[in-house]
Protein backbone atom coordinates (compact mmCIF):
# COMPACT_ATOMS: atom_id res chain seq x y z
CA UNK A 1 0.00 0.00 0.00
CA UNK A 2 1.13 3.37 -0.83
CA UNK A 3 2.20 5.96 1.80
CA UNK A 4 0.41 8.58 -0.34
CA UNK A 5 -2.94 6.54 0.11
CA UNK A 6 -2.75 8.03 3.80
CA UNK A 7 -2.45 11.73 2.76
CA UNK A 8 -4.06 12.61 -0.94
CA UNK A 9 -7.60 11.93 0.35
CA UNK A 10 -7.69 14.31 3.42
CA UNK A 11 -11.13 16.95 2.76
CA UNK A 12 -10.23 19.92 1.14
CA UNK A 13 -12.43 21.81 3.47
CA UNK A 14 -12.03 22.36 7.43
CA UNK A 15 -11.41 18.73 8.98
CA UNK A 16 -13.38 19.65 11.99
CA UNK A 17 -16.50 20.29 9.88
CA UNK A 18 -15.36 17.41 7.70
CA UNK A 19 -15.95 14.79 10.22
CA UNK A 20 -19.05 15.84 11.72
CA UNK A 21 -20.36 15.50 8.49
CA UNK A 22 -18.89 12.31 8.83
CA UNK A 23 -17.02 13.44 5.24
CA UNK A 24 -13.56 12.54 6.71
CA UNK A 25 -11.53 9.95 4.79
CA UNK A 26 -11.39 6.36 6.32
CA UNK A 27 -7.90 5.80 8.52
CA UNK A 28 -6.08 2.87 7.72
CA UNK A 29 -3.96 0.90 10.27
CA UNK A 30 -0.70 1.36 11.39
CA UNK A 31 1.54 -1.28 9.56
CA UNK A 32 5.05 -0.21 10.65
CA UNK A 33 7.25 -0.42 13.74
CA UNK A 34 9.07 2.68 13.66
CA UNK A 35 9.66 5.88 12.25
CA UNK A 36 13.61 6.90 11.62
CA UNK A 37 15.83 8.98 9.91
CA UNK A 38 18.72 8.65 7.77
CA UNK A 39 20.81 11.11 5.96
CA UNK A 40 20.68 11.29 2.28
CA UNK A 41 22.05 13.49 -0.64
CA UNK A 42 19.32 15.48 -0.82
CA UNK A 43 18.65 15.76 2.85
CA UNK A 44 17.38 14.22 5.95
CA UNK A 45 14.98 11.47 4.50
CA UNK A 46 12.18 10.11 7.03
CA UNK A 47 12.00 6.13 6.90
CA UNK A 48 9.48 3.68 8.37
CA UNK A 49 10.85 0.60 9.71
CA UNK A 50 14.19 1.48 7.14
CA UNK A 51 12.63 2.29 3.81
CA UNK A 52 12.42 5.77 2.76
CA UNK A 53 8.38 7.36 2.96
CA UNK A 54 7.34 8.96 0.08
CA UNK A 55 5.45 12.25 -0.54
CA UNK A 56 1.86 11.67 -2.58
CA UNK A 57 3.69 13.17 -5.74
CA UNK A 58 6.22 10.46 -5.19
CA UNK A 59 8.71 12.15 -4.28
CA UNK A 60 11.35 11.73 -0.78
CA UNK A 61 10.09 12.65 2.15
CA UNK A 62 12.83 14.44 3.11
CA UNK A 63 13.89 17.54 5.12
CA UNK A 64 16.44 20.40 5.04
CA UNK A 65 17.25 20.07 8.49
CA UNK A 66 17.64 16.89 11.07
CA UNK A 67 15.20 18.34 13.98
CA UNK A 68 12.80 18.95 11.35
CA UNK A 69 12.98 15.42 10.24
CA UNK A 70 13.10 13.77 13.42
CA UNK A 71 10.01 16.23 14.15
CA UNK A 72 8.21 14.67 11.11
CA UNK A 73 9.09 11.19 11.80
CA UNK A 74 8.30 12.19 15.88
CA UNK A 75 4.63 12.09 14.04
CA UNK A 76 4.68 8.60 12.47
CA UNK A 77 5.69 7.44 15.91
CA UNK A 78 2.56 8.96 17.83
CA UNK A 79 -0.02 7.27 15.78
CA UNK A 80 -1.48 4.82 17.41
CA UNK A 81 -3.43 1.52 16.16
CA UNK A 82 -4.60 3.63 12.74
CA UNK A 83 -2.82 6.89 10.83
CA UNK A 84 -4.61 10.06 10.83
CA UNK A 85 -3.08 12.38 8.50
CA UNK A 86 -4.88 15.20 10.50
CA UNK A 87 -2.58 14.88 13.82
CA UNK A 88 -0.01 15.04 11.59
CA UNK A 89 0.61 19.35 10.99
CA UNK A 90 4.30 18.87 10.24
CA UNK A 91 3.78 15.90 7.22
CA UNK A 92 1.38 17.63 5.76
CA UNK A 93 3.22 20.80 5.61
CA UNK A 94 6.37 18.86 4.36
CA UNK A 95 4.48 17.32 1.59
CA UNK A 96 3.03 20.68 0.47
CA UNK A 97 6.01 22.18 0.00
CA UNK A 98 8.01 19.12 -1.31
CA UNK A 99 4.99 18.31 -4.05
CA UNK A 100 3.41 22.09 -4.22
CA UNK A 101 5.61 24.98 -2.80
CA UNK A 102 9.38 23.34 -4.30
CA UNK A 103 6.93 23.12 -7.77
CA UNK A 104 5.56 26.44 -8.07
CA UNK A 105 7.46 29.08 -5.51
CA UNK A 106 6.72 32.23 -8.04
CA UNK A 107 2.94 31.27 -7.84
CA UNK A 108 3.23 31.16 -4.01
CA UNK A 109 5.03 33.86 -3.63
CA UNK A 110 2.54 35.66 -5.60
CA UNK A 111 -0.82 34.08 -3.48
CA UNK A 112 0.85 35.39 -0.49
CA UNK A 113 1.87 39.23 -2.37
CA UNK A 114 -2.25 39.23 -2.72
CA UNK A 115 -2.31 39.61 0.82
CA UNK A 116 -0.23 42.63 1.18
CA UNK A 117 -2.63 44.52 -0.81
CA UNK A 118 -5.49 43.75 1.78
CA UNK A 119 -3.97 42.83 4.79
CA UNK A 120 -5.41 42.27 7.98
CA UNK A 121 -3.50 44.92 9.66
CA UNK A 122 -5.09 48.27 7.37
CA UNK A 123 -8.39 47.49 8.47
CA UNK A 124 -9.32 49.10 12.21
CA UNK A 125 -12.64 48.98 14.11
CA UNK A 126 -14.71 52.14 14.33
CA UNK A 127 -15.09 51.35 17.93
CA UNK A 128 -15.59 50.62 20.63
CA UNK A 129 -12.44 52.05 22.15
CA UNK A 130 -10.79 49.61 23.69
CA UNK A 131 -10.80 47.04 20.47
CA UNK A 132 -9.57 50.11 18.56
CA UNK A 133 -6.63 50.34 21.43
CA UNK A 134 -5.86 46.78 21.08
CA UNK A 135 -5.50 46.62 17.77
CA UNK A 136 -3.32 49.32 17.86
CA UNK A 137 -1.27 47.70 20.84
CA UNK A 138 -0.43 44.63 18.62
CA UNK A 139 -0.71 45.58 15.10
CA UNK A 140 1.31 49.35 15.02
CA UNK A 141 4.50 47.67 15.27
CA UNK A 142 4.57 45.37 12.83
CA UNK A 143 3.59 48.26 10.31
CA UNK A 144 6.54 50.59 11.74
CA UNK A 145 8.78 47.24 11.96
CA UNK A 146 7.51 46.86 7.81
CA UNK A 147 7.94 50.59 7.10
CA UNK A 148 11.56 50.39 9.15
CA UNK A 149 13.13 47.30 7.70
CA UNK A 150 11.45 46.93 4.54
CA UNK A 151 10.94 50.27 3.65
CA UNK A 152 7.03 49.74 2.93
CA UNK A 153 5.10 52.56 4.43
CA UNK A 154 1.23 50.86 4.49
CA UNK A 155 -1.90 52.64 5.21
CA UNK A 156 -4.86 51.83 7.46
CA UNK A 157 -8.50 52.72 7.24
CA UNK A 158 -11.14 52.31 9.22
CA UNK A 159 -13.99 49.58 8.60
CA UNK A 160 -14.19 47.13 5.36
CA UNK A 161 -14.12 50.10 2.68
CA UNK A 162 -11.00 48.66 0.81
CA UNK A 163 -7.88 50.92 1.41
CA UNK A 164 -5.55 51.34 -1.08
CA UNK A 165 -1.42 51.19 -0.83
CA UNK A 166 1.13 51.99 -2.66
CA UNK A 167 2.98 50.36 -5.25
CA UNK A 168 6.18 51.27 -3.78
CA UNK A 169 5.09 49.74 -0.27
CA UNK A 170 3.85 46.44 -1.89
CA UNK A 171 7.19 46.25 -4.07
CA UNK A 172 9.10 46.46 -1.04
CA UNK A 173 7.49 44.29 1.41
CA UNK A 174 7.13 41.67 -1.51
CA UNK A 175 10.83 41.65 -1.55
CA UNK A 176 10.98 40.17 1.96
CA UNK A 177 9.07 36.81 0.80
CA UNK A 178 11.44 33.85 0.92
CA UNK A 179 12.31 32.09 -2.02
CA UNK A 180 13.25 29.24 -0.35
CA UNK A 181 10.60 26.66 -0.68
CA UNK A 182 10.49 25.57 3.02
CA UNK A 183 10.09 29.54 4.34
CA UNK A 184 8.23 30.29 1.69
CA UNK A 185 5.45 27.23 2.22
CA UNK A 186 5.43 28.02 6.01
CA UNK A 187 5.21 31.93 5.57
CA UNK A 188 2.30 30.93 3.20
CA UNK A 189 0.92 28.73 5.67
CA UNK A 190 0.65 31.36 8.39
CA UNK A 191 -0.42 33.95 5.85
CA UNK A 192 -3.70 32.27 5.40
CA UNK A 193 -3.86 31.22 8.83
CA UNK A 194 -4.07 34.89 9.87
CA UNK A 195 -4.73 36.52 7.40
CA UNK A 196 -1.90 38.76 7.16
CA UNK A 197 1.37 38.58 5.25
CA UNK A 198 2.82 41.10 7.36
CA UNK A 199 2.44 39.00 10.47
CA UNK A 200 3.81 36.10 8.91
CA UNK A 201 6.86 37.86 7.18
CA UNK A 202 7.60 39.29 10.48
CA UNK A 203 7.29 35.86 12.19
CA UNK A 204 9.83 34.84 9.46
CA UNK A 205 12.34 37.31 10.51
CA UNK A 206 12.32 37.19 14.15
CA UNK A 207 10.50 40.07 15.03
CA UNK A 208 7.48 38.12 16.31
CA UNK A 209 7.49 35.17 18.88
CA UNK A 210 4.70 32.37 17.92
CA UNK A 211 2.50 33.71 21.10
CA UNK A 212 2.63 37.11 19.68
CA UNK A 213 1.60 36.56 15.91
CA UNK A 214 -0.93 34.18 17.05
CA UNK A 215 -2.04 36.87 19.60
CA UNK A 216 -2.29 39.62 17.22
CA UNK A 217 -3.95 37.63 14.06
CA UNK A 218 -6.82 37.04 17.02
CA UNK A 219 -7.16 40.28 18.23
CA UNK A 220 -10.92 40.83 17.08
CA UNK A 221 -11.60 37.20 17.95
CA UNK A 222 -10.52 37.31 21.21
CA UNK A 223 -12.26 40.23 21.88
CA UNK A 224 -15.67 38.49 20.86
CA UNK A 225 -15.26 35.54 22.46
CA UNK A 226 -14.51 37.76 26.00
CA UNK A 227 -17.93 39.36 25.20
CA UNK A 228 -20.34 37.01 24.22
CA UNK A 229 -18.52 33.68 24.98
CA UNK A 230 -16.70 30.44 24.13
CA UNK A 231 -18.28 28.34 20.95
CA UNK A 232 -17.16 24.85 21.42
CA UNK A 233 -16.86 24.50 17.81
CA UNK A 234 -15.07 27.68 16.83
CA UNK A 235 -12.49 26.61 19.57
CA UNK A 236 -12.15 23.33 17.80
CA UNK A 237 -11.16 24.85 14.59
CA UNK A 238 -8.58 27.50 16.13
CA UNK A 239 -7.34 24.30 17.47
CA UNK A 240 -6.80 22.45 14.14
CA UNK A 241 -5.36 25.95 13.05
CA UNK A 242 -3.03 26.57 16.08
CA UNK A 243 -1.12 23.08 15.32
CA UNK A 244 -1.12 24.01 11.27
CA UNK A 245 0.49 27.43 12.68
CA UNK A 246 2.78 25.51 15.03
CA UNK A 247 4.13 23.25 12.44
CA UNK A 248 5.11 26.28 9.96
CA UNK A 249 6.71 28.14 12.81
CA UNK A 250 8.59 24.52 13.39
CA UNK A 251 10.06 25.32 9.50
CA UNK A 252 10.60 28.87 10.34
CA UNK A 253 12.71 28.43 13.21
CA UNK A 254 14.29 25.55 11.55
CA UNK A 255 13.52 22.88 14.11
CA UNK A 256 10.20 21.43 16.15
CA UNK A 257 9.03 20.24 19.20
CA UNK A 258 8.89 22.92 21.73
CA UNK A 259 9.66 25.85 19.11
CA UNK A 260 9.53 29.38 19.72
CA UNK A 261 10.97 32.63 17.65
CA UNK A 262 11.77 35.07 20.29
CA UNK A 263 10.94 38.56 20.11
CA UNK A 264 13.63 40.16 19.25
CA UNK A 265 11.94 43.84 19.20
CA UNK A 266 10.89 46.79 16.99
Known amino acids: MSIRDFFETIPGVDPIEAARR ?3 PTLRRRFYEIASVAGGADGHVVQ ?3 KPVYTPGRRLLVAPEPMLADAIAAEWNAQREVIDPITMP ?6 LVIDGVAQARSAVADEVG ?7 LFYRAGGPRELRERQAREWDPILAWAGRDLGAAFTVGEGIVYV ?10 RAAIPAEPWRLGAVHVVTTLTGSALIALALAAGRLSAETAWRAAHVDEDW ?8 PLALE ?3 FRFAEFEAAVAVLAGAAGHVDIADRGF
Open 90 to 95: LTRLAN
Open 164 to 173: PQTDAALKAA
Open 224 to 231: NMERWGRD
Open 114 to 120: KYLASDL
Open 48 to 50: LDG
Open 22 to 24: GAR
Open 237 to 239: RRA
